[in-house]
């Protein structure tokens, strides 16, 4: 079947929408048409075994304790069935009862279809249509719409019924921008994910999973089984998903049952606190999750796997801010990912979209870091690239692909290329809410050419490479925070700032006698010490010579020294048990670089200006990011003032010239 033969179907059913105009939003046209078309496809796969499941079904109607569930199945020949004698044409030919006739026959579906239908809001579209005086109408111009498998093979009806999902994302781009990632974005992304493995998925029988556990209406589902398929047109391919919003699940499950691919693999709710997939593995995984979508609705869930279940569970690397759960989406991917055998067989290859938050944020030590810092520790990251902004409907941001594998070739293990592709795009005639901008073929083919040879000259350094393209060690990330601290100096005086300080501070307020202490120690105002020792001498003899007593305890001897002790750049350096006291004001943070020395780093860096400073080794942490745009940037020299100046000029005479017009 030819493309214009999907488009001249994809046509016919969206033509439904000469009716409905008027009475439903151009955004809702979808709602009506794509069920439609799910269950007219049904039934015309279904219509060379009905009369056996109806005959199957009146055999078993009166025996309760059997559930004819399996030879009602093994009657159709799929995975779905029937039940009904009913058929569209039969419901449209009697249009004062279409409305209860087409619920009768929705009803009579085994429960995998008709809970794909229900997920469609179906019975409540019945009830406006049929309000509408439209339901027979449109049932009628379902029944002109030829799907039978013999005209209408399964991989062709996935094309039309993904035209259809598109024509749906784009009359409301809101819909488009949560659920629908742009079809050329998807094309890229597979081609990065499954190209390594053309050779090995060429083999006769190969068999392939593939799982998307964001996977919205299911085109990146639909895109990667048909590379595969591209590739070797008898490999089996399986795929998996997981979608929480039911219309979105609805339109992947139904595109599964049409393909003749199991409905049941697509599993309904949150991934992070209720995966469908159980312990199942995969050899692809993909995934387009939400951007900077907060995880406080699965928080509990998702600690208690973090605290409690540790490597046994998903999340043991760390958990991000609870503004983003795009990193939880990966670590439940990795979870997913098919473990090396001793022969080198098995793994998996994954690929995931991300924003640039993931690339950076969070410091050392932070949820973010650590479980950066466990991805490139384990080697799993593969490359980053960057992809053009205003590629996508909902946000006009940068976007990432990350693609990750555990079955790096020998030569790529401990390396990750950088791919720069953000010139890579085309302005789009029309924009379609914030996407302005697209891929066109060629690019996707620049793109995933200058890919391959990326990974190719991660693994063989005298490789040549692109301006695009940078090759870098996994360590090459990381690096070490440290503490530098400066020792804390201080002069000592009285002075009425730094006697209403004493006053105020707690332990002397205490005092029984405060208010006569402060007024011995006021007999010193205008006094200096350079050392605490001399002060304390000084401040003792004066509260002594006015009949107090001196008072006691660490507390009082801290606030003493808060508050006559300033600091001072040439003042005393405080000592505690024999050290140098830090002081917390001067405290600085540094990042060297992993695997440089410390000490070494200190000497260069910062003892030619501070060479009383140290470092804190205990607070010393490990982080990794991976500063993208950094290692890309261009530096570009300012203008030089003289341009600029006579720039200036020209402005102002253009100015004066227009004023003089306006005061004639």
Avoid at 235 to 258: F, K
């Amino acid at each position: 079947m030819n493309s214009s033969k999907h488009t001249e179907l994809a046509n016919h059913a969206w033509s439904v929408a000469d009716l409905l105009r008027g009475d439903y939003k151009q955004s809702d046209y979808g709602k009506v048409i794509l069920p439609f078309t799910v269950l007219r496809r049904l039934e015309c796969v279904l219509e060379p075994t009905r009369d056996k499941v109806v005959e199957t079904a009146a055999r078993y109607k009166d025996q309760e304790d059997i559930d004819p569930d399996h030879w009602l199945r093994k009657a159709s020949g799929h995975s779905f069935y029937n039940r009904s004698d009913l058929t569209l044409k039969k419901i449209a030919a009697d249009p004062q009862s279409a409305a209860k006739n087409l619920q009768i026959y929705v009803a009579a579906f085994s429960g995998n279809a008709r809970e794909v239908l229900d997920k469609y809001d179906f019975a409540q579209q019945i009830k406006r249509l049929d309000g509408a005086d439209l339901l027979y109408q449109v049932i009628g111009k379902f029944t002109d719409l030829d799907l039978h498998p013999e005209n209408v093979p399964n991989h062709n009806m996935g094309y039309i019924f993904e035209e259809l999902i598109r024509r749906f994302a784009e009359q409301s781009n809101e819909t488009a921008g949560e659920h629908f990632t742009p079809r050329e974005v998807i094309k890229l992304m597979v081609n990065l994910l499954i190209a390594p493995d053309g050779d090995a998925l060429q083999v006769p029988g190969v068999v392939r999973t593939v799982m998307d556990p964001a996977c919205g209406t299911g085109g990146m589902l639909s895109a990667a089984e048909e590379h595969i398929r591209s590739l070797n047109p008898d490999a089996t391919v399986e795929v998996y998903g997981q979608e929480l919003n039911p219309e979105s699940w609805a339109i992947c499950r139904s595109d599964l049952m049409i393909k003749g691919q199991d409905p049941e693999h697509i599993a309904s709710g949150n991934s992070l606190s209720d995966p469908g997939q159980g312990r199942e593995k995969f050899d692809y995984l993909l995934a387009n999750p939400p951007f900077g979508v907060e995880w406080k609705k699965v928080k509990e869930d998702v600690e208690y796997e973090h605290k409690h279940l540790g490597e046994a569970g998903r999340f043991a690397a760390g958990l991000p801010r609870i503004n983003d759960g795009s990193l939880l989406f990966l670590q439940h991917m990795i979870s997913m990912m098919k473990p090396v055998d001793a022969k080198g067989g098995g793994g998996s290859r994954l690929a995931i979209v991300f924003n640039g938050s993931p690339l950076f944020t969070g410091a050392a030590g932070s949820g973010e870091s650590e479980i950066r810092r466990w991805i490139l520790e384990n080697d799993w990251l593969e490359a980053i690239v960057a992809l053009p902004d205003q590629l996508f409907y909902n946000t006009g941001i940068s976007t990432y692909f990350w693609i990750l594998t555990n079955r790096k070739a020998p030569d790529h293990k401990g390396k990750v290329v950088l791919l720069d592709a953000r010139d890579q795009f085309q302005k789009m005639r029309k924009s379609l809410g914030d996407k302005r901008k697209e891929l066109g073929t060629q690019h996707i083919k620049d793109v995933t050419r200058l890919y391959a040879e990326a990974v190719q000259a991660a693994a063989d350094p005298d490789h040549p490479l692109h301006g695009k393209v940078k090759v870098f060690d996994n360590t090459a990330f990381g690096y070490q925070r440290i503490t530098v601290e400066r020792p804390l100096k201080l002069r000592f005086e009285v002075t009425e700032e730094t006697l209403t300080a004493l006053a105020a501070a707690r332990p002397v307020q205490k005092l029984t006698d405060a208010e006569a202490f402060v007024g011995a120690v006021r007999t010193l105002l205008g006094s200096t010490w350079p050392t605490k020792s001399e002060c304390l001498v000084a401040l003792k003899d004066a509260v002594v010579a006015a009949g107090l007593l001196w008072p006691t305890g660490a507390p009082f001897a801290k606030a003493l020294r808060e508050a006559v002790g300033v600091r001072d750049p040439e003042g005393e350096v405080q000592k505690v048990k024999g050290e140098p006291e830090p002081d917390a004001e001067l405290r600085d943070y540094e990042n060297v670089p992993l695997g440089e020395d410390v000490e070494e780093y200190l000497k260069r860096e910062v003892h030619p200006h501070v060479p009383d400073a140290w470092i804190d080794h205990t607070k010393t942490k490990i982080g990794y990011e991976i500063p993208f745009t950094r290692h890309f940037y261009v530096y570009e020299p300012p203008r030089p003032l003289a341009e600029i100046d006579a720039e200036l000029k020209a402005l102002e005479s253009e100015i004066q010239a227009l004023l003089g017009e306006v005061a004639r």
